[in-house]
Every structure is written in C-alpha cells, then in structure tokens.
DNA sequence: GTGGTCTAGACCACG
DNA sequence: GTGGTCTAGACCACC
C-alpha cells in the first residue's frame, strides 16, 4: 500500500492520510482482516509523527473502516465496513451543496456534473477489478 | 438577500458568505450588476468582523463573480460570470473524487450518488424560478 | 465551577474534566449558553497541558454537551444538549452489566442497588436545586 | 463454562475474563468448589497469553472469589465468596456516581435508570434458575 | 485572541 | 511489542 502526502496542501495530513487508507479499502489494495502498519511503524515510514497516523487511525475506527484488535493491532474491518447511514447522508449533502452550487453558477449543467462523478466511479471500479 | 451564518459550523464564516452569495446569483436573487452593502456595512449587519467580509469579497473578486468599483462600490458582475475553465474542472475534480471514495466504499452507487446530485441542482433551478 | 482532578487516579485526566464539566451542566452551575474557558487558559488554571483540556472539548462537543462557537468560544450547548439515544442506552448498558454481575454475586438485592442509585440522583437534584 | 472474549473491546482481556469467571458464579454454573482449568490449560484454550490468565486469577483470589491450592489448583471458593464490605461500597459508588451524572444529564429520571438496573438483575436471576 | 494541527519525547497498561 | 495518555513547544487559519 503506497501512501502519498502532500506536506504543502492545506488539507491536513491526517485527513490525506484517511482518505488513502478508505481508498485503498474502496479498491481492493486493503482486503478485509488486513493488517496495518502499527502507529510508529507507519509514522516512520511516512516521515511524520506518530500522533499524526494515531489521530487518522481513531477517525477510521470512529467510522467503522478499521478495527483495534488487541492481538493483531490495527486491521481492516473483516466484516462489512460502514454503511450509508442517514447522518452520512446528511454530512454528504452538506459537504456536496456548496461544491454544485458554483458548478450551476458557472453554467455547468447537470448532464456533465454526472459524468465528472461517474467518470471517476468507474476508475474506483477498474482499480479494483484490476 | 438573506444570509444565515452558522457560526458553530467548521466552516469559516468568510467561506459560508461566499458560498451564500454564489447561490444568490445562481438564483437570481442578485442579478447582474446589482449592488452588494459595502464592507463595512455587511459587517455591522452581520454582526461579524470587517475582516471577515473583505476576505470574501475579494475572493468573490478573484473568481470574477463581483466587480469593486472605487466609486459604485461592490456590485455583482454585469457581463458574463466565471465559466467552467480548466482551473475549475482540476479543483472540482480534487474535491469530488475523495467524496466519491467514501461513497464508493460505503457501498453507494453512482446511479445512487449522481441522484442525489441531480436534485440539489433541481433545487437550484426551482428556486431560481420561484 | 469549581475543578478537582487526582493526578493519582488511573482514571485519565481528559475523562476526569469530562465527568466534572457534564456534572456542572447536570447540577446547573453551568448554565446552557454560558462561556467556558479557552483551553490554553483552562489549561494553565488546572495545571495540565492543553492538549488535554482540547481533548475533553472535544470530546463534550462529539457528544452534544458543547458547542465551539467561532466568536464567543467554547460555550455550553443552549439548546437541549443529548437525550437517550439508542446508542447510549446500548453504552450504558455495557458499563452497567458488569457492575450489577458483582454486586449480585456479592450478594447485594436489587433493592439495595437501586437505593444507592436514587441516592445519587437525590443528591444530583438537591445541588441542582440548592 | 463457554468463555467469549472479545479482543476489539476497550475492556482488557483480563477484566473481560474476570467478569465473565465472576457471572459463572453468580448465575451457579460455576459451583462453589468447582475446579478452574490451570492458568497454562486456561490461556491455550482461549488463545491468549499465559499472564493474562495469571493476572485475572491474582485479582479473583485477591477478592475471595477463588482460592489457589497448590495441589489442588484452581478452585471457586467453597465458602462463601466475598460480601458487600464497606470498602466494596465505596468503589462502587465512585463507579456509579459519573454513570449516573451523566444519565441525569441526559433527562433519563431515577425511575428509569433503575429500571434498567432491575432488568439486569431479573436476567441474572433466571439465568441462575433456568 | 481563539481553536486546529503537527512535532518530539516520555511513561504506562496490556498482552 | 502494541496503543493510550500526557507534556512541551511550535505554527497556522480564523476572527
């Protein structure tokens, strides 16, 4: 699994960081039961401090992606992982809102902000079966 | 127009301003080449800090959505907004595509995903037309 | 509002303020909407790192008893702050099975726990009221 | 006596254990002189380590709820086990005290809490007749 | 001024 | 060895 951070973006590592572990689970890198790197080893690896990955992994539990298994240590959720749940819903709604708004004031239509979601749909998809 | 700020919101407030008057222009309920309160004036009425409302102003500004005359003050650009530029379609697809993973991951579909899209634009477009 | 912390205790600090904070609020010396310190000047009153205290808020703010209002800081949740959710009746539950286990095997009635808990809500209300 | 222990709990293994040897006591399916498998037996049944066992032993015999022979091995005490000492009282409130501050918060009356404790109990009771 | 993030280095409980 | 907690000190965005 290679994770790549961006030390000069304004999102926060920690956040880059989820988002590379969900895709790594979204696309099949990181198969349920799978082990993650413990909270040093995985800071070391990637140059950063081990409170860093340690506040990433607590969000991923939160969530439900990751499990802290008291033997195997930090795995990937070998049941089913989160659903789309109505607060999730809700939070996606609200973070999609403003982002479609400036799309439909810059004239964009509706046909071509689908086939931007769709579009990167169908890479997750081929990531994963390929 | 009306604006609502939350200020418990993770949003800053200079962001939720800006994103309230983009959707005032993509309603209609700014129309081109109306005038917007000065700073100071939007301030006061706000009841936030003078700051606040010139940082989004001036991103307002930058993406071509108003115009800062030295005498007519603030005013919603006349001719033509912002369109979809390359710059545009890079940035949207940087904020989309983790959005996208996690739908993805929690098992949503894109059938699913571009409904929800396409409602908030005809949310839009009603509103636009009331 | 008054603070005390047992450095001693194995219960950690962060859950420690925690406990003290949803006590204020539960007896009323903390009324909704009312102000609480800034973390770093909490912080340096109890003698403990901020860290700490920003871990307590934001565990408080997770759960509804605080809000993080971006003028007036960290203040007590004005609206209604959590109820019974099914969640926590499933949490509460969890704490309480063990406790109850013991005390059985101990020997202890129903009766005799139940009268140790009305005690405690009695006191709880007569600092509410006094 | 079916141990299942949960290494994704919060609750160490060795209090998980602790309680659930103390429930088998409780509801008689352990009966007072009945033999305890060896720490060594008891930690390959459960897959775990050989001190965890150790220490759960240690805090069962440091409450009176068995006793260690050095011949005879493991036994649940055929005496009767442990009563409510003031000592006992004491710990239990301070455990009880935040649960129940925090319920109260929460507007869930005295009634109520107590209700679930009753549950609790009566689950005990017919455990121990059925 | 505020909270949010990151780093560095330490100790502890658990297994 | 692991994760959990705490400290100390720094920089940043926001208001």
Known sequence: MLIHLDFQSDIPIYLQLKMQIIEGIAT???????????????????GINLHTVNKTYNLLK?????????????????????????????QLHTELRPMIIEAFCRGMSK????????????ELKEKGEG
């Open 62 to 90: 939160q969530d439900g992606f990751i499990l802290v298994h008291r033997q195997k240590g930090v795995v990937v959720n070998p049941d089913e992982g989160p659903k789309v749940t109505e607060e999730y819903l809700t």
């Open 28 to 46: 099949g890198k990181l198969k349920p039961g799978e082990s993650l790197p413990s909270v040093r080893q995985f800071a070391e690896d990637l």
């Open 111 to 122: 046909e071509e902000f689908n086939k931007i979601c769709s579009q990167i749909f169908l």
